[in-house]
């Protein structure tokens, strides 16, 4: 099983600043790797696959870069409703697996 | 416009079975290249990943958990049910279903292990005596 670690568990942010986000693969997934949201008490939201791929309707303040086992989520400029939590998922390998998530909080 | 809803019982007891029933439109499991997926989340805790269905019938499961699932789909009624049995109360959960939009290559054909596009909004399941 692929084990997807993220890091920090926490960043604390200011509203306007960069956020960086990581998500590391204990093996390679080439560039199958996805970036989710999830708002308390809501559904995940993707908002990245294939690495670097944003969805239709998901803004261009996110972006996403990396393959292998070294991924980066960065939100460019922080709005206040981006203070959540951030799940990467890999989709290279069975099983699925999923990170451990990493919390934005307003520095 | 997918959609995506769960619906089932909000409490089980140790060693019943759970059948979960996800309800979607917007696209149909009839079309190539769709599957739906469940995927669930223990209270503040991160999301696990259980099984998918695909529209050609075939399935995938979490090896961990392979021996006590089973998923299902009606096509006609635009369903797709999920049974867990032998529930234990470290199963309580949000359990989610999701639709994927398989990727597909000319050499290898559609690409079964995929992210999750859109999501239900969820239903709490609690295992308790």
């Known amino acids: 099983e692929i084990v997807m670690t993220q890091s920090p568990a926490t960043l604390s942010v200011s509203p306007g600043e960069r956020a960086t986000l990581s998500c590391r693969a204990s093996?390679?997934?080439?560039?199958?790797l996805a970036w989710y949201q999830q708002k308390p008490g809501q559904a995940p939201r993707l908002l990245i696959y294939?690495?670097?791929t944003r969805p239709t309707g998901i803004p261009v303040r996110f972006s996403g870069s990396g393959s292998g086992t070294e991924f980066t989520l960065t939100i460019s400029s922080l709005q206040s409703e981006d203070i959540t939590v951030y799940y990467c998922?890999?989709?290279?390998?069975?099983?699925?697996?999923f990170g451990q998530g990493t919390r934005l909080e307003i520095k | 416009q997918i959609t995506l809803k769960e619906s089932g019982p909000t409490l089980v007891k140790p060693t019943q079975s759970l059948t979960l029933t996800c309800t979607f439109s917007?696209?149909?499991?009839?079309?190539?290249?769709?599957?739906v997926g469940w995927i669930r989340q223990p209270p503040g805790k991160a999301l696990e990943w259980l099984g998918f269905?695909?529209?050609?019938?075939?399935?995938a499961y979490s090896p961990s958990l392979k021996t006590r699932l089973t998923i299902t789909k009606d096509t006609s009624k635009n369903q797709v049910v999920l049974i867990m049995t032998n529930m234990d109360p470290v199963d309580t959960a949000t359990y989610y279903c999701?639709?994927?939009?398989?990727?597909?290559?000319?050499?290898?054909?559609?690409?079964?292990?995929?992210?999750?596009?859109?999501w239900g909004q969820g239903t709490q399941v609690t295992v308790s005596s």
């Open positions: 999701a639709h994927s939009r398989l990727t597909y290559d000319v050499f290898n054909g559609y690409n079964r292990k995929s992210r999750f596009d859109y």
């Open positions: 917007g696209f149909s499991l009839r079309a190539s290249g769709v599957g």
């Open positions: 269905i695909y529209w050609d019938d075939d399935e």
């Open positions: 093996q390679s997934v080439s560039s199958n």
């Open positions: 294939g690495a670097s």
């Open positions: 998922q890999q989709y290279d390998n069975w099983p699925l697996t």
